[in-house]
C-alpha cells in the first residue's frame, strides 16, 4: 500500500505538477528496483578466444602503409613546428663560472654577522595590572609557584604567554628587555613596558648561535655569486638591447654583446623536437614569444624574470604534415597490423556468438579455437569488486543483458564469449534490508534528478528573460562598477 501510495505521488509530480493527498514522499519503488537489481544473482558460461585464434596479419605494403596514414590523419598530422635562433642572456648559466673573493666574503660577513646569526630565545609568561603594587604581589605569587593563569584571573586579567620567542618579536621592547636581562627562572615585578605594568617570569631560555665566518661562507658566497651573475647577464642584455634598436637582428646583437646565439628546431608550440623529446634550452615564455611571431621577423628582448632574458628570431616555420613514410615506417607498421589483427578477432568473435546461438551453447565454439567453457554460478552486482579481472566490458555484458543472450566482450588477452544462463531473483529479506540501507542516498540522488528536470523544463517552457538593471538594483550594486547597465529587457 505505501509504494502504491507513493508511486501515485509520483505520477502526480511528473504529469500534473503537483503531489496528490499526503504530499511528495521518496520514491520507495525506484529503491527497492535498485535493491532487488543488487541482490540478484546470475549464471554465465564463457570462454576466452585468444589472440592466436585468427592468423596474424601479413607486413604491410608501402600502398596499404600510405592508405593508413591517410586514413589515421587526425591522430598522425604532426603539429606546426619552427626553427628558432634563440639570444638568451642567464644568471643562471653564467653563475657557475664567477669566482668569489674570499676578502669579499669575509666583508660581506662582518657586515651581515648578527642578522644570520640564530639568536636566543626565550619562553616567558607576562600578566598585566593595573598597578606596580598589583605588580608586586603578582610576581611574589609567581615566585611562590602559583600559576600564571589562577594569579591573572583574580586580578582580572589574562596572562601573556611568548612560546620561545627572540626578543625581537616581543612587541613592548621594555617588557623584552626585562624578560632578557632576568637569569633562568627568575620572576621579575613590577616591570614598566610600554603598553602597561606587569609581572613576567622566564619559564625557558634556548641560548643563541652565533654565526661563524665557516659556517656562513657557502650562503654568502652563493648570494655574492647570484647577484653578480644576474649584474653581468643584465649587462649583457643592455648592449643586445642597444644593438637591436640601431637595427641589427637578433644573431648580430647577440655577438656584440658578447654571446653567441644558438638555432634550434624544429620545435613544436611544447617545445617537442622530431625525436619526440622537449628541447632543454627553451622556456615556455621563449615558445610563446617564438609561436606568436612570423617567419623571418627578429624579436625584442624579453626578460623573464631572476636575471634572464632572451630574444628570439623565427626562421623558418614547418606547416602541419603528416610524417614521412620513410620517418615512421616501423611503427606505422605496428599500428596496421594491430588493426588488422583487431579487425579480424572482432569477426571471428561474431562467428563464434552466432554459432553459439544457433548451437545454443557454447561448447562447440569454444572447442573450434581451443578453449574451455567456464561456468560461473551466483555473480552478483554486492560482489562485484570479486570479478574486476574479467574486465569491465565483460561485466556490463553480465549485469545488463537478458537470460539467454550471447555476447562478446574485450578482454586483455583476448576476446571473451558469454552467454547468460540464468537470473535469479534475490532474497526478499535481503532485498528489503538493502532497500532500508540505500534508501535515503538513492531518494536524494532521485529527488535531485527530478528537480533538475523541472528546472530545465521550467526554462524550456516559460522562455526566461533576465532583466539585468533590475537583477542589479534587487542587489544594490552599482551597474557602472560591474561595465554598465544593461538595457532593461521587456517586462514579463
Do not use: C, W
Amino acid at each position: 500500500r505505501q509504494a502504491q501510495a507513493e508511486i501515485t505521488d509520483e505520477l502526480a509530480v511528473r504529469h500534473f505538477g503537483y503531489a496528490a493527498a499526503g504530499g511528495f514522499r521518496e520514491p520507495l519503488l525506484y529503491v527497492a528496483l535498485g535493491a532487488a537489481q543488487g541482490t540478484e544473482s546470475r549464471d554465465v558460461s564463457y570462454f576466452m578466444m585468444g589472440l592466436n585464434a585468427v592468423p596474424p596479419p601479413a607486413a604491410p605494403t608501402d600502398a596499404q602503409l600510405q592508405t593508413f596514414m591517410k586514413a589515421h590523419a587526425a591522430q598522425l598530422m604532426r603539429p606546426e613546428m619552427r626553427v628558432i635562433t634563440l639570444a638568451s642572456f642567464s644568471a643562471k648559466a653564467i653563475a657557475p663560472s664567477i669566482k668569489i673573493d674570499p676578502a669579499q666574503v669575509a666583508k660581506e660577513f662582518a657586515f651581515r654577522k648578527d642578522s644570520i646569526s640564530t639568536p636566543e630565545k626565550r619562553t616567558i609568561v607576562a600578566i598585566p595590572v593595573k598597578s606596580p603594587a598589583e605588580a608586586a604581589e603578582a610576581a611574589r605569587r609567581l615566585s611562590a609557584g602559583e600559576s600564571a593563569a589562577a594569579i591573572a584571573k583574580s586580578l582580572g586579567a589574562e596572562p601573556v604567554t611568548y612560546d620561545d620567542k627572540p626578543q625581537s618579536a616581543i612587541p613592548d621592547t621594555k617588557l623584552a628587555q626585562a624578560a632578557f636581562a632576568a637569569k633562568p627562572g627568575a620572576v621579575a615585578g613590577p616591570v614598566a613596558g610600554d603598553l602597561g605594568v606587569f609581572a613576567l617570569k622566564v619559564e625557558k631560555v634556548t641560548p643563541g648561535a652565533p654565526a661563524t665566518l665557516a659556517t656562513a661562507t657557502p650562503q654568502i658566497e652563493a648570494e655574492l655569486r647570484q647577484k653578480q651573475a644576474a649584474d653581468l647577464a643584465y649587462q649583457q642584455s643592455a648592449k643586445f638591447d642597444a644593438a637591436r634598436q640601431t637595427g641589427a637582428g637578433v644573431a648580430d646583437a647577440a655577438s656584440k654583446a658578447g654571446t653567441t646565439s644558438i638555432t634550434v628546431g624544429p620545435v613544436t608550440a611544447q617545445g617537442v623536437g622530431l625525436d619526440g623529446k622537449p628541447n632543454p634550452l627553451l622556456t615556455q615564455k621563449m615558445l610563446k614569444a617564438a609561436f606568436a611571431m612570423p617567419a623571418g621577423q627578429d624579436g625584442d628582448l624579453e626578460d623573464a624574470g631572476s636575471g634572464e632574458y632572451f630574444a628570439v628570431k623565427v626562421e623558418k616555420v614547418v606547416p602541419p604534415a603528416l610524417p614521412s613514410l620513410a620517418d615512421k615506417r616501423p611503427e606505422l607498421a605496428k599500428a596496421y597490423m594491430n588493426e588488422q589483427l583487431i579487425t579480424a578477432l572482432k569477426a571471428k568473435a561474431q562467428a563464434l556468438v552466432a554459432q553459439s546461438k544457433k548451437a545454443g551453447s557454447l561448447d562447440a565454439a569454444a572447442a573450434s579455437v581451443g578453449a574451455h567453457v567456464v561456468h560461473a554460478q551466483g555473480l552478483s552486482r554486492l560482489k562485484i569488486q570479486q570479478y574486476q579481472a574479467l574486465g569491465q566490458s565483460f561485466l556490463e555484458g553480465v549485469f545488463t543483458l537478458k537470460s539467454g543472450e550471447v555476447f562478446p566482450a574485450g578482454g586483455q588477452t583476448g576476446i571473451f564469449i558469454g552467454k547468460i544462463d540464468a537470473i535469479h531473483a534475490g532474497d526478499p529479506a535481503q532485498t528489503a534490508q538493502l532497500t532500508v540501507a540505500i534508501r535515503s542516498r538513492a531518494s536524494q540522488a532521485y529527488a535531485e534528478d527530478l528537480l533538475n528536470a523541472i528546472q530545465a523544463a521550467a526554462k524550456s517552457k516559460l522562455k526566461v528573460v533576465v532583466n539585468r538593471a533590475l537583477e542589479l538594483q534587487t542587489l544594490g550594486v552599482d551597474p557602472s562598477a560591474v561595465g554598465g547597465g544593461a538595457k532593461p529587457a521587456p517586462a514579463k
